[in-house]
């Protein structure tokens, strides 16, 4: 039949008694006294419940879920393979990391499956791109956007690639803040160029 334990019970306002769970570690050398009892568990009369070290959920074979207070980290494996996992951890200042490790390679993909929209907010006005810490691609969001990157950049589109000025200005510059090309889209455009200007084609120029 069905076990039940009981906390003690309040009358009106007052609070009912907390279930306690204790366990008694092995000490560090032989005794002839009991060792000391230490709380493990609480479930308080609120139905709240507060686990005094690691927690361990498992599935009969492995550990799939783990808290690890000591590092503030929350863990999930791969319940075919426990070399397979994520974890989730607070640092300080409340910076958020989280990690996916794949145990034997590096298929470990991280997915964001939306059933709507992505949205992105960085107070610091920044979101990084990296490469295995390296950072590649910058994206400034002050009041100006802007996007810097590390190394050479393509642009690849398997239809059209459309660039829209409200300004009517597309300005190119050298890297050193020279501008050399404006593209000037009034409605007679412009084309002004900074110093010498040559156009060399290897066949037909129209």
Known sequence: GALTFKGGQGKGTGAGGDIIFQTANAAGSTAHSL???ATALTISDDLSSTFQGE???HDGSNNIFYLDP????FYMYDDADVA?????????????????IDGGG????FYIDADGDIYLDAIGEGVYFEDNGVTRMLFNLDA?????ITGDFTVDGSGDIALSAAGKDITMDDGAGSTKFTFNLETAPILNVTGA??????STIT
């Open 35 to 37: 060792n000391a009892l």
């Open 55 to 57: 927690v361990y959920i």
């Open 70 to 73: 000591g590092l503030v980290r």
């Open 84 to 100: 397979n996992y994520m974890y989730l951890q607070v640092l300080a200042n409340g910076v958020t990391k989280l990690k996916t």
């Open 106 to 109: 590096t298929a470990a993909d």
């Open 144 to 148: 100006t956007p802007s996007i810097d």
């Open 197 to 202: 200007f040559s156009i060399d084609g290897s």
